[in-house]
């Protein structure tokens, strides 16, 4: 079945540093991709998506580009903020366009 | 437009006890999910609804958990009865057709 693949965390980093945070996938056919943000006390937002292969998506500063040829889709941002500090979820929709299965999240914390 | 509205946000309860969560998706959504999502993990689909119909319940528990969605729009999520390891934060999500989906703030459920 499908699978989402995410760094662990929690990453650490202060203000202005470049943020990666890993994704990978397994799914058949070609999914759409997102990632998903909690800050605290709120629910899931969607932050960017690509529905397919070499898009990329963005907003607010975040980036990632839908890689089939590595099953990759990998957050960046060049300078973080301690507002970006949440939990971010890598997710995936399959092909079938039915439920969304998500990664396990990575907590992003930003010093000032 | 409003968002997802779950209620209600918090809930303690005994174990043995039921326990009823509603959703009021996005106006005009169609699609809607509830999700489990355990502390530091991703969300897990329970159900998924198109319309009034229940297309995807394979993940819930059916000898305690049970769903509904009237008229295919507002949806309850019941527990009866609730264990302790049912402590967990619960989501409600709506999309159009197989659009990206809007998550609601949650229901944190405790059992005591």
């Known amino acids: 079945g499908d699978s989402v693949t995410q760094m662990e965390g929690p990453v650490t980093l202060s203000e202005e540093a470049f943020l990666t945070i890993n994704c990978t996938y397994t799914a058949t056919g070609y999914p759409s991709l997102f990632w998903y943000v909690q800050y605290p006390g709120e629910g899931l937002q969607l932050l960017l998506k690509?529905?397919?292969?070499?898009d990329k998506g963005s907003n607010k500063g975040f980036e990632a580009t839908y890689r089939k040829e590595t099953t990759s889709f990998h957050l960046e941002k060049g300078s973080v903020q301690v507002s970006d500090s949440a939990v971010y979820f890598c997710a995936l929709r399959g092909s079938s366009g039915d439920k969304l299965t998500f990664g396990t999240g990575t907590r992003l914390a930003v010093r000032p | 437009e409003a968002g997802v509205v779950q209620s209600p946000r918090y809930k303690i309860i005994e174990k043995k006890q039921p326990v009823a969560f509603w959703c009021n998706p996005i106006s005009g959504h169609n699609t809607l999910y509830w999700y489990l999502q355990n502390l530091g993990q991703g969300p897990e689909l329970l159900i998924r609804y198109e319309n009034e119909e229940a297309v995807d319940d394979s993940q819930l528990p059916k000898d305690r958990f049970s769903a509904e969605r009237l008229k295919g729009v507002d949806s309850t999520l019941k527990i009866q009865p609730a264990e302790l390891g049912d402590s967990a934060v619960y989501l409600c999500?709506?999309?159009?057709?197989?659009?990206?989906?809007?998550f609601g703030q949650g229901t944190r459920l405790t059992v005591v």
């Open positions: 690509a529905t397919k292969a070499d």
């Open positions: 999500a709506s999309s159009l057709e197989n659009t990206e989906a809007f």
